[in-house]
């Protein structure tokens, strides 16, 4: 086997283990924003990073296609440039097929958070026990906030007043050196 098709062989694999793993980050989006699922503790997979290999993705496979347009006419015999042609051709279309995908999957998960925010929202308003506690834990978590703005400030205060004291002691024995 020559130097080229063993070349095309590495873009062939290359181009079958990218475009699973974005078809499954595609799913993963798709199902993003779901009822039940934990989206602001699990920021490792938020919807922009999501989007991000997606779309990193998408850019690898059409760098695979234009590497295998540049291979095939190089290849030794006809069929196997013919083989080349063909794989770009279903190449091409598979990549317009992933990038509809990915925009469907966008809207999706657009549409499974809104819904998400809906039940939550119904959720609050309603009555009951756990609409006391969610109530409660939001409350909480507000405060929370509300206290670690105020310490941040208040530290700022104090590191600005300690610069100041830094700045004026030297001043004052520059002034006792001279």
């Known amino acids: 086997m020559d130097k080229v098709t063993e070349e095309v062989e ?15 980050h595609i799913n993963e989006i798709s199902q993003y924003g779901k009822s039940g699922r934990s989206n602001d503790e699990d920021n490792s997979n938020s919807l922009p990073r999501l989007n991000a290999i997606a779309q990193d993705g998408l850019a690898l496979l059409s760098s695979l296609i234009f590497k295998l ?31 509809l995908n990915l925009r469907n999957a ?20 309603g009555g009951g026990e756990e609409s006391t506690a969610r109530r409660r834990n939001l409350q909480t ?4 906030t509300s206290a670690a703005e105020s310490i941040t ?12 004291e830094v700045e004026r002691s030297t001043s004052t024995l520059m002034t006792l050196g001279e």
């Open 141 to 144: 978590k507000a405060g929370m």
């Open 69 to 99: 347009d540049l291979l095939a006419p190089q290849l030794p015999t006809d069929s196997e440039v013919q083989s080349a042609r063909d794989s770009l051709e279903s190449w091409k279309t598979l990549i317009q097929t992933l990038r």
């Open 106 to 125: 966008n809207m999706q998960a657009k549409a499974n958070m809104r819904k998400a925010a809906q039940e939550e929202r119904a959720q609050l308003l």
């Open 153 to 164: 400030e208040s530290l700022r205060r104090t590191r600005q007043l300690m610069a100041q």
């Open 10 to 24: 590495k873009v062939k694999k290359e181009w079958d283990d990218t475009c699973r793993k974005t078809q499954q």
